[in-house]
């Protein structure tokens, strides 16, 4: 096992677990963040995973054997092989103080058997949450503030449209409106001889003949 393997291992069980036991080393924990808010509210970070080392704790023992079935060895081979490197990481911790993990992160001795670990700024271990990427809320009212070309409003502005002219009446209109008064005219005007001058009005309305029979009756 090197260096590149061991890391791969990690990742991959800490993406389907909450801890990884290191045997003789320690525990790597992965914890859940919830998805926040940043640049003052106007960004949302997706969820995901944060990794950190506790120095110590006890062998779980699913290092061994996810080493053994990948590899199709027995528990005892895989043990020894799995021990066989963490001595040797361990004795690079002492003489460097510092151990990169590609890809994962590094451990840091601090001092008095103190380990802490550093993850990489490009860990991913949210297998279901790789993709997603943080929301700006900015970007998004930029787009709902853009104007709709597709809608866009096309009417004009009333005091810049010209009246309709209207259209000329035509001549035989204007003939027909003229006789249509001249006769109200007429007929106005002959009821109220009617009233003030009977005789008269009744000579314009009977014949002779009518005249007579409606002055015998009279």
């Known amino acids: 096992m090197d260096i590149a393997l061991f890391s791969k291992i990690v990742k991959s069980l800490l993406s389907d677990n909450d801890s990884v036991a290191i045997p003789g080393l320690g525990t790597f924990v992965a914890e859940d963040v919830p998805s926040s808010f940043s640049d003052r509210g106007?960004?949302?970070?997706?969820?995901?995973?944060?990794?950190?080392?506790?120095s110590?704790?006890?062998?779980?023992?699913?290092?061994?054997?996810?080493?053994?079935?990948?590899?199709?060895?027995?528990?005892?081979?895989?043990e020894q092989?799995?021990?066989?490197?963490?001595?040797?990481?361990?004795?690079?911790?002492?003489?460097?103080?510092?151990?990169?993990?590609?890809?994962?992160?590094?451990?840091?001795?601090?001092?008095?058997?103190?380990?802490?670990?550093?993850?990489?700024?490009?860990?991913?271990?949210?297998p279901?949450?790789?993709?997603?990427?943080?929301?700006?809320?900015?970007?998004?009212?930029?787009?709902a503030e853009k104007p709709d070309v597709r809608g866009e409003d096309k009417s004009v502005d009333s005091k810049a449209v010209k009246p309709a002219r209207r259209k000329a009446l035509p001549v035989w209109?204007?003939?027909?409106?003229v006789l249509l008064c001249l006769a109200a005219a007429g007929l106005a005007s002959l009821a109220v001889v009617g009233r003030l001058a009977p005789d008269?009005?009744?000579?314009?309305?009977?014949?002779?003949?009518?005249?007579?029979?409606?002055?015998?009756?009279?």
């Open 200 to 218: 008269f009005a009744d000579q314009f309305l009977y014949n002779a003949e009518q005249l007579e029979i409606l002055h015998t009756r009279i």
């Open 173 to 177: 209109a204007v003939i027909l409106i």
């Open 42 to 54: 106007f960004t949302i970070n997706p969820p995901y995973r944060t990794v950190s080392f506790i």
């Open 128 to 143: 279901h949450l790789d993709y997603l990427e943080p929301v700006s809320l900015k970007s998004l009212g930029e787009v």
């Open 56 to 78: 110590g704790g006890a062998d779980d023992g699913m290092l061994v054997r996810f080493y053994a079935l990948s590899n199709k060895l027995e528990l005892p081979q895989a």
């Open 81 to 126: 092989v799995v021990n066989d490197f963490i001595a040797g990481l361990r004795a690079e911790l002492e003489t460097s103080k510092s151990v990169d993990f590609p890809l994962f992160g590094r451990i840091r001795l601090i001092g008095q058997g103190r380990m802490i670990f550093v993850q990489d700024e490009n860990l991913e271990i949210f």
